[in-house]
């Protein structure tokens, strides 16, 4: 039964956009869309980019894969780096193929890059990346925190690690703040006005149900093999080593944690997770649809 029933409001052949929380079942509600209506399903979701956490990141199953073509799900190795600007430019390349975007994820970082702008900051050089990594290994991200300008440290999270050493290394690599080269954003690659735009939302206390739910189905599925496929490559410095559960799972092979505790863990911070992403969501999407699920 579809989770989604407002297809007749929707342009059978104009952009959609999705966004939600964790385990809101936006994905899900994008497949409803494309076997209802047509188009291509494309990620929006920063951690959902690599290959080596299917299960764990709650990509889309091979039999969804099968049934609707998804682009942009798997197809990073879990050691590269993988910024904003880079999926503008692949979401650029598809949109050029004229398929129906049906463009889905919880990072609203890509949306608002999308449909705002984004500037074409230089890339940031390896050197200055690893020593953005040790000084998080060794002092924590909070040490970064101080070295930023304040113009930018007001804008971002900075609870947020991605998003401090983002803001670190570009002041670090170009000598100019973060902040300074968003004033420079060009035109959006999408017009948000010309989208149907979707925010799906719901209480907190089904989120938090569904996300429970969720990580008893991820066990079901083979999770804890998922994760000894990446133990013997594990680093906590890697890219995909920032999916929420990553080190809590490696923490239970290395028998560090009980099974209990793992569950216990995971779940709080995704719940956690989910928090963030309502909280920015709700802050930066208010002209986006909201669709409750129930």
């Not at 894969?65 to 590269?80: C, N, Q, S, V």
């Not at 290994?137 to 909070?142: A, D, P, R």
Request: charged share 25%.
């Amino acid at each position: 039964m579809p989770l989604f029933k407002n297809f007749d409001e929707i342009d059978r052949n104009g952009p959609v956009l999705i966004a939600g929380q964790t385990a809101s079942g936006k994905s899900q509600i994008a497949m409803d869309i494309a076997e209802n209506q047509g188009g291509i399903i494309i990620n929006a979701d920063a951690i959902q980019v690599y290959k080596n956490w299917r299960i764990l990141t709650a990509r889309p199953s091979s039999m969804d894969e099968a049934k609707i073509k998804h682009k942009l799900y798997g197809h990073i190795d879990g050691t590269t780096d993988y910024s904003v600007g880079t999926w503008i430019k692949e979401v650029k390349k598809i949109l050029s193929s004229n398929s129906r975007p049906i463009i889905v994820g919880g990072t609203g970082l890509y949306f608002s890059a999308l449909t705002n702008g984004l500037v074409d900051i230089p890339e940031i050089s390896e050197s200055t990346r690893q020593e953005a990594n040790n000084r998080v290994k060794k002092n924590g991200f909070e040490s970064l925190v101080r070295e930023i300008d304040k113009e930018t440290i007001q804008k971002i999270d900075k609870n947020n690690p991605v998003r401090v050493q983002r803001a670190w290394e570009v002041l670090r690599s170009t000598g100019r703040g973060l902040n300074s080269w968003h004033s420079d954003t060009p035109k959006p690659t999408l017009d948000l006005n010309m989208c149907k735009a979707i925010l799906v939302d719901g209480k907190v206390s089904l989120i938090n149900h569904r996300i429970n739910k969720r990580f008893d189905q991820m066990m079901g599925k083979g999770l804890i093999k998922e994760a000894e496929s990446n133990l013997a490559n594990w680093n906590k410095c890697h890219p995909s080593s920032k999916a929420i559960g990553a080190r809590e799972l490696i923490a239970f092979l290395n028998n560090n944690i009980s099974k209990d505790q793992l569950r216990e863990k995971i779940i709080i911070a995704t719940r956690q997770y989910a928090k963030r992403q309502r909280t920015w969501f709700r802050s930066k999407m208010k002209n986006w649809e909201k669709y409750i699920i129930e």
